[in-house]
C-alpha cells in the first residue's frame, strides 16, 4: 500500500457536514496475501441506508457534546460558516442498528 498513490477522500453529508478520510481509514491491507481491499460496501439495505466502519471512523479522536463543541487534532481550522454538526447521539444510533445488523446476517 505504501507504494500505491491513493487519494484522500471526503464523505460529504445532507446539510454539508464534510468528514475527511486518509486512505488508511478505507484500505485495508491483508498481511498474508499482500491484496489491498477498499472497505467501503454498497448497501443492501432498499432505501440504500449505509453505515461508517470502524476503519472510517479510526482516525476521529475528539468528540463534540451538544452545549460546547470540541476540536479533534485532524479537524481543519474553522471558517466563519462552519458545516452543520453531525449528532453525536445519531452516530451511536447509527453504530448499534450496524451492530444488529452485522450480528444478524452473520
Not at 467501503?40 to 461508517?52: E, K, M, Q, T
Amino acid at each position: 500500500m505504501a507504494a500505491a498513490k491513493v487519494p484522500d477522500m471526503s464523505l460529504v453529508f445532507v446539510g454539508g457536514a464534510v468528514m475527511e478520510l486518509k486512505a488508511r481509514n478505507f484500505l485495508y491491507k491483508d498481511e498474508s496475501t499482500g491484496l489491498v481491499c477498499l472497505t467501503i460496501l454498497p448497501s443492501r439495505d432498499a432505501d440504500g441506508v449505509s453505515l461508517l466502519g470502524s476503519l472510517i471512523e479510526g482516525s476521529k479522536l475528539g468528540f463534540e457534546s451538544f452545549d460546547q463543541p470540541t476540536k479533534s487534532p485532524d479537524q481543519p481550522p474553522s471558517s466563519s460558516t462552519a458545516p452543520p454538526r453531525i449528532s453525536p447521539a445519531a452516530v451511536t444510533i447509527a453504530c448499534f442498528v450496524g451492530w444488529v445488523v452485522h450480528s444478524c446476517w452473520w
